[in-house]
């Protein structure tokens, strides 16, 4: 298995498929256009983990700050829409480390306002209408039941393992 990494600034990606270019102009357009989202996401994100080709599933190890994904997300996405995703998950840390919930729907609500109020003031009005159709549906339901959690761990445990033991051999040198 091969997995491609690059780092930007202080965050490690890490991608058994697709998306680290798009990753990569994902971040450094939060850098051009919105300085304190980089801000947020440089201070709370350390990696991200690509681990599959394909499929929608992401989960934040709100401990660590890594957010792992299958490519799915990342070959779907528009690098827009990927920074408003990635100001999304750094909340998430965030909340986790100032004590507050950071799973359930009032985590996901004050999230996704952060994350519409991004990609309004960037005029992207096609993703705020998605982003709404979406938290509509309440889509954290499906992804806190933690039998589904453990599901996907267990599926990507073997790459996951690659990777963290690759970002920490890199974090010794």
Known sequence: MSITQKTVDQIQIMSVGPGVAKLVKAILFLKKTDQHAYNKIIKYLTAIFVV???GSYNETDTLRGIWMTEGGIIVDGSYQYLSSLLLHEAHHIAQHRAGRPYT?????????KL?????????????????????????WQHQDRAYYSQ???????????????????????
């Open 151 to 173: 599901d996907i761990n267990r599926k990507y445990s073997g790459v996951k393992k690659l990777m963290m033991q690759s970002l920490q051999s890199e974090s010794k040198e």
């Open 52 to 54: 599959s080709d394909t």
């Open 115 to 139: 994350q519409r109020r991004f990609l309004k003031r960037i005029n992207y009005l096609e993703a705020v209408e998605w982003l709404d159709n979406m938290y509509g549906q309440k889509w």
């Open 104 to 112: 359930g729907a009032k985590a996901e609500k004050s999230a996704y």
